[in-house]
């Protein structure tokens, strides 16, 4: 049974709904002082401009979806989790944000082993963030010594599931003696503290055991996604000055063998500064090997001992690079350097998923990304998690093998993106039906906002209705997740990130940097350092400077556009680039695309603003059904049904069908690409991060004629 409630917050009318049942679902009811917190600038600033006319330099971005579902953490959850109630969130917020030094002192000190204790918590020079720079540690050791120490040596780290059907299993113990031993291979290789090692390489054990050998002796690490191009790979090598290259012989994807060691060669041709390449043996197929530059693996390790002492390291000692591309212009490597990134990773990690010593964790990205880094190696193992490993496609040999997966090992968090969850909604329900979730105890998304009917999916079809949902918002450059429920605290809505975790102060600015209004969008910046904020860009201060530090003084800019609902709750907008201008009024494309999204023959949808003598920006959408679902008659009925749940204003004027979107090789759709097809240009912008260049081909000559 659902009752709708309307209800008046300062002056803003706000609709709830009250679902029984298992859900818990009531209005929210309490008007926190954290709430009070946030919309204090708000509330003085909507007041004051509630009149203005849409074209003003300052205008915010309007809101156009109401979503008013509202979810409880059920009574068990709630009583078994480690943050159990909204208002031990409340204070445990109030108590970081306080004294945020003394706070992250604490985190660190009991969280966190160091070899040289730290005195001086935080030297903040903006926008240069220095933590616990005196003392010394090591990520490595955090995350396999400190176990062992803890009497964890003999639970499994990682169940890793290869693509063909091939497992292994690896306890704490057995990784040690892995990194230690590959800490030692690169040792031989003359790799030293500060030298940067590119790795190249399959989600398979190997790369996380090659990340923490990088990180026992100070190596920098510059992971790249396996999927990547010769040409990138190279660019990438070539800004970090890499010195070593780590791949593997092959990797599976989709039943077929990837030729790694073939591309890298390709890379390694244009990168001087590579002066060996270690090429693990994982599909036996035949490579050629490059004598002096190339050497097997296995053969670096035969001889070394199973025994390498962790280096104490600076706390400020670089950890990683990770190259994210911009919006435009060559990719940024980002830089994390090590107790800041290792402790924030860390917590948030326990906070978010509400880690048990008996979880089955999976996070199903690829160490290819900052997920990979924060929510597979140093967030997990840091907190001696157990966790699965998978190597493939989700849709080899079949569409089911997410859940047989959960189902063989019992997984009991599920950690994974929108773009998965569409592609789920789009093969169709029996694959999730035939098998067993029943383990299952928390779901994540995180990558991109997640359409509220996708979310509802995910809630019902893989939750059971009885999983809190941690929908996470942050970025490669935050080094872990900023905002989110926690899940035995906070109640949940679909599409809304929620809440600011521990420490961390977000803002929603207007183009003139004044305060937003209570559910006003703007642009989205931090207020205070974190310890897992970048420490820069790699070799290139100039853009770190100019790109998050120069339009807002004293806050960290993160690209995004969101708004702050009557709740406290903030809502992800998308890009600051991505927002539609449509006769004055901005509008973001989460809302467009979440309206088409619930429509029941849609799976996915893309929208995108195309230039219109009359008004500034139409609204060009792309939108893929379902399996199964025909296209054309829908035209008419997807216009009636956006303009019916958001209004005439977000009303399509174009709808082109499309069997799939063009998206980066992370997952994200890519929104640029598309605006120059709906505006009718020959040539599309830089293609380089594209994953499936065929798409471009096929929509270019889908118009909608
Ligand atoms: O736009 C936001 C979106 O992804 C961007 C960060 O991308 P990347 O650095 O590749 O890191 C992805 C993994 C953290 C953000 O600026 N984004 C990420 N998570 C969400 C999101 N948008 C909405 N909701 C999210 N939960």
């Not at 059920?74 to 078994?80: C, E, N, P, V």
């Amino acid at each position: 049974m659902s009752v709708p409630y309307s209800g008046n917050f300062s002056g803003y009318t706000a609709t709830l709904l009250i679902v029984s049942g298992p859900l818990t679902a009531s209005v929210i009811t309490y008007r926190s002082s954290l709430f009070e917190y946030f919309a204090k600038h708000m509330t003085d600033n909507a007041a004051s401009k509630s009149s203005g006319t849409p074209n003003q330099a300052n205008v915010s971005i309007s809101h156009v979806m109401n979503e008013t579902r509202l979810f409880h953490p059920t009574d068990d959850f709630r009583s078994k989790a480690h943050v159990g109630s909204i208002d031990a969130y409340e204070s445990l917020y109030a108590e970081s944000i306080s004294d945020t030094e003394a706070f992250w002192a604490r985190q660190a000190n009991e969280h966190l082993h160091w070899f040289k204790p730290f005195t001086k918590t935080l030297t903040w020079d903006e926008p240069f963030a220095k933590w616990f720079e005196d003392g010394t540690t090591n990520a490595s050791y955090n995350c396999l010594d400190a176990n062992i120490e803890a009497g964890l040596g003999e639970k499994v780290a990682i169940h890793f599931e290869g693509e063909p059907g091939d497992t292994r299993t690896l306890t704490y113990r057995d990784l040690h003696r892995e990194v230690c031993r590959f800490a030692n291979g690169l040792k031989k290789l003359g790799i030293v503290a500060g030298d940067v090692v590119s790795i190249y390489m399959p989600m398979i054990p190997e790369l996380p055991i090659a990340m923490l050998a990088c990180a026992r002796i100070g190596a920098v690490h510059s992971v790249i996604f396996g999927g990547f191009s010769a040409e990138a790979i190279a660019d990438r090598n070539h800004d970090a000055q890499a010195k070593l290259q780590i791949t593997t012989d092959g990797g599976y994807r989709r039943g077929k063998v990837l030729k790694l060691k073939e591309t890298v060669d390709e890379a390694l041709e244009k990168c001087p500064t590579v002066k060996h390449c270690v090429v693990f043996r994982r599909t036996g197929s035949e490579v050629a090997m490059k004598p002096e530059r190339d050497v097997w693996w296995h053969d670096l390790i035969a001889d070394v001992s199973d025994d390498c002492p962790a280096a104490e390291l600076p706390a400020e000692s670089p950890l990683f690079i990770l190259y994210t591309s911009g919006s435009t212009g060559k990719p940024k490597g980002i830089l994390h350097t090590t107790a800041g990134y290792n402790l924030y990773a860390k917590r948030t990690f326990q906070w978010v998923f509400d880690h048990k010593a008996d979880d089955i964790f999976w996070c199903t990205a690829d160490c290819g990304w900052i997920t990979g880094h924060s929510y597979v190696v140093y967030g997990p193992m840091s907190a001696g998690a157990t966790q699965i490993i998978y190597e493939g496609a989700p849709n080899w040999p079949a569409e089911n093998r997410f859940w047989d997966i959960v189902e063989k090992y019992k997984v009991t968090a599920l950690y994974t993106a929108p773009t998965a969850i569409r592609a789920f909604i789009k093969w169709g329900d029996h694959h999730v039906d035939q098998h067993d979730l029943s383990s299952l105890r928390l779901l994540g998304s995180v990558g991109e906002g997640i359409n509220p009917e996708a979310w509802m999916w995910y809630h019902h079809k893989i939750g059971n209705a009885n999983c809190p949902i941690v929908d996470t918002w942050w970025q490669t450059e935050t080094g872990g997740i900023m905002m989110s429920p926690l899940p035995g605290a906070i109640a949940t809505k679909p599409g809304s990130c929620t809440k600011p975790l521990p420490g961390i102060v977000p803002r929603i600015l207007d183009d003139s940097i004044d305060h937003v209004g209570v559910d006003e969008g703007g642009m989205l910046c931090i207020e205070k350092p974190w310890p897992g904020m970048l420490r820069g860009i790699w070799r290139d201060e100039k853009r770190f400077k100019e790109q998050y530090w120069s339009k807002v003084p004293g806050m960290y800019l993160t690209g995004d556009n969101a708004r702050c609902d009557s709740d406290g709750y903030f809502w992800i907008m998308g890009r600051i680039d991505d927002v539609i201008n449509v006769s004055g009024h901005r509008l973001s494309t989460i809302e467009v695309e979440s309206a088409l999204v619930s429509h029941p023959a849609v799976a996915e949808a893309a929208a995108v603003g195309r230039p219109d003598s009359l008004k500034g920006q139409a609204i060009a959408v792309f939108v893929t059904l379902k399996d199964g679902v025909a296209g054309e008659s829908l035209r008419d009925e997807l216009r009636k049904h956006v303009r019916k749940e958001i209004g005439a204003l977000a009303q399509p004027d174009d709808i082109r069908f499309t069997s799939s979107l063009p998206k980066t090789r992370s997952g994200k759709i890519m929104r640029r690409l598309l605006r120059d097809i709906a505006a009718g240009k020959e040539n599309v912008g830089d293609t380089t991060t594209l994953e499936d260049y065929s798409i471009l081909a096929k929509l270019r000559s889908d118009d909608e004629s």
